[in-house]
């Protein structure tokens, strides 16, 4: 079931497209002063440096960011683990702001409106036939040009949504990671009442929950290693919790379940919690992969080809996922406040990374505000 046209089907589209404004001219005030930006230098290297305003060129603007969230896959990206960072470029894709500037040939759009920013666009030289999640021309604001670890950043747009009023900025911030949920659980079969086990309860496995109780979930087991993360899963909503630290999760959701639950969503993505999706769900069911943290894993196909298990991966959703999450936050109809346990400023953002990358820190969901 498509959760955008099950509970969101109103006039989401509105959030994307301008109203149709007159052109604006382009403000050069501010484009040669001097920003704040995070800095990926290296593995575990990254400083809060000064560089140049970006100048937005045609078809762009430039954002003022008002706030910006920690991605777990920036601070995968930050230790070297993933390869999928550059050095020299400055991460942070979950974000909102204030347009301040337009380049040339922007219409519809003026400073001073406030946006949420969907990190993903496409470099197709026509029209791209594919969705933006899983087009070849994919690329992406914080991983492929500079990002929102900054005071400001240049985006196309193609990428610009409309914040809404009831939306705060720290809560606009998450509108990403709402959305890449918010796809996995559209595209995954949930059936009133089955039982659902979340493998991992970072911000996107609690995310996850949210959607599959939205879904009509019964029972749903969250399982992670950490208490604190547990305690909160609970709070949200979360049936059973296992600490796979204490009690083997397998063993016990089996033995809960009569053999394993319909439905399992891996929200890690190295082998230790993808094994445990998989000898957790029951004969013929089903699992999402959302996890994208290890490149490769190994995993027992054996029991995934005998058992009848259907394996599905998704990464990232498409603008229509994106303005549904947008509307759904916005309304209060998911609310992952609870999420957020720290709000911090730039300069404390390399302190930040280093705490989380090591361990030091188990906060859920980190928001900057530049």
Known sequence: MDIGYWIFRRDTNALHYPISTPQYPIPLEGTNEIMKALMYRGPWEMPVEEMADPTPGPGKVLVDVKAVGICGSDVHGYTGSTGRRTPGIVMGHEFAGVISALGEGVEGWKAGDEVVVIPFYSVATGPDPYPINRSPHRRMTGMDEHGAYAQQVVVRTSQLFRKPKELSWQRAALCEPVAVTMHAAAITPIDPMQTVAVIGAGPIGLMAML?????????????DRSAHRLELAEELGADVVINVGEQDAVQVIREMTGGGVDVAFEAVGITPTAQQAVDATRNGGHI????NSAKTITIDMQAIVTRELTVRGTYGFNETDFAAAIAAM??????????????????????IFRQLAKGESDLVKVVLVP
Do not use: H, Q
Request: net charge neutral.
């Open 288 to 291: 999402t992969w959302i996890g």
């Open 211 to 223: 959607w599959a109780r939205v879904k009509g979930a019964g029972k749903i087991i969250v399982t």
């Open 330 to 351: 916005a309304s209060g109809r998911l609310n992952v406040e609870p999420l957020i346990e720290r709000v911090a400023s730039l300069d404390e953002g390399s302190e």
